[in-house]
């Protein structure tokens, strides 16, 4: 089965020093990764084979997610392998969507464009069975909205980036 894939190609309007750390910044990633949920940022260590572990919470439910950093070329490429974890932050089934890939390879890329940074957002499953890529595939078209709106409020954080160095 073809592996399917998340891809989303956003323009921001600002450099890209900005929007990198818009992205590596975990006090600025905490108020948009997650948007309209509670994001608690356990641990953020930006290295290879550093670990950020994420949980988002929904009411008295949570989403703990593990992401192991696999290249860092600043400020140019993020790639990590994006895990569902446990609470002792094992790599684990998805309590809340147990057909979810446990692995999500994502690769975010920043491109300069002068006063504005392109980002282009790629994730696929990793070692995935069919069912779980079945699901990705099913579950990737509707999942663009959920970014727009974190990327929305990247938008905002750039702004306030900026303001606060004019």
Known sequence: ??????????????????????????????????????????????????????????????????????????????????????RDWNIAVNPMMPNWPKTLLTTVTFTDRGASTDVRFVQTPVDATEEEIATFAQMAPNMSGGWGKGFAVIDDILAELSNNQA
């Open 1 to 86: 089965m073809p592996q399917p894939e998340l891809l989303i190609d956003r323009t921001f309007n600002a450099p890209r020093p900005l929007v990198w750390r818009a992205w590596t910044d975990p006090d600025l990633l905490a108020r948009w990764y997650g948007p309209g949920v509670e994001t608690v940022i356990h641990g953020y260590d930006l290295r290879p084979g550093g670990e950020w572990r994420n949980e988002m919470k929904f009411g008295d439910k949570s989403d703990l997610s593990k992401m192991v950093f696999t290249e860092i070329v600043e400020p140019e490429r993020l790639v990590w392998r994006h895990h569902s974890a446990d």
